[in-house]
């Protein structure tokens, strides 16, 4: 079921078209993937009342469902900035982790302070396979931290992310998700009735799509 709220952010990041949907000119994933619609949450920064509205929800998500929360870790690089208003609205430290180790100097995958045992709340911009995000956890995971928990902005609800988060054991809760934001588009009359169709086929096999 799609809450008010889900559909509130939905909204907001349709309207600084942070999100774009294109079914009949796909896009293509680094990943090679071809696909109906192209995210990218870093656009919602440039707009001062909608990244003020972003960091408000993901702050009452984080406050709400995860307490004890003792640092907040930002996921690099569309993660940090959301990571780092999280952690300045909340008052708790702040850390960053690279998709990879530095190759200079202290050779650092995680940058800022992380104490062993310390709770830990990464923040996401966006979850589409989960992979990168939870080699991030995994990171977090070798430096002593303990993830307890993951939040986003935006999240495709593909099955696959479902079943790695679940395997990797880390519970993770996103502003708004592509069934929100397809029904929002169907309301607004954005796609027809047949460009919804599209929508919903992509993401149930988004590997296999337009192959």
């Known amino acids: 079921m799609t809450t008010i709220s889900e559909k509130q952010v939905a909204e907001k990041l349709l309207q600084v078209q942070a999100v774009k949907l294109s079914p009949a000119n796909p896009f293509t994933w680094a990943s090679g993937w071809k696909s109906p ?8 920064l440039s707009y001062p009342y909608v990244r003020d509205y972003i960091k408000s929800e ?3 998500l984080v406050f709400t469902t995860f307490p004890d929360a003792a640092v907040i870790a930002g996921v690099a690089t569309a993660g940090i900035p959301h990571g780092a208003l ?19 100097g202290m050779g650092n ?17 966006l979850i589409s396979t989960g992979k990168s995000s939870l080699e991030a956890v995994q990171a977090i995971r070798a430096a002593g931290g303990e993830v307890i928990g993951m939040v986003s902005i ?5 099955d696959v992310a479902v079943k ?38 992509w993401r149930t096999a988004p590997d296999q799509w337009g192959k």
């Open 37 to 44: 619609i192209y995210c990218d949450n870093r656009k919602t």
């Open 58 to 60: 993901l702050c009452n």
């Open 86 to 104: 999280v952690a300045d609205q909340l008052k708790l430290p702040f850390i960053y982790v690279r998709s990879k180790p530095k190759e200079h």
């Open 109 to 125: 995958q995680i940058e800022g302070v992380l104490q062993p045992g310390q709770q830990v709340v990464v923040v996401e911009d």
């Open 154 to 158: 935006f999240n495709y609800g593909f």
């Open 164 to 201: 790695a988060f679940e395997a990797a054991g880390v519970p993770f809760y996103s502003l708004s998700n592509y069934n929100a934001l397809i029904a929002l588009a169907e309301e607004k009359g954005i796609v027809s009735a047949a460009e919804i169709a599209t929508l919903q086929a």
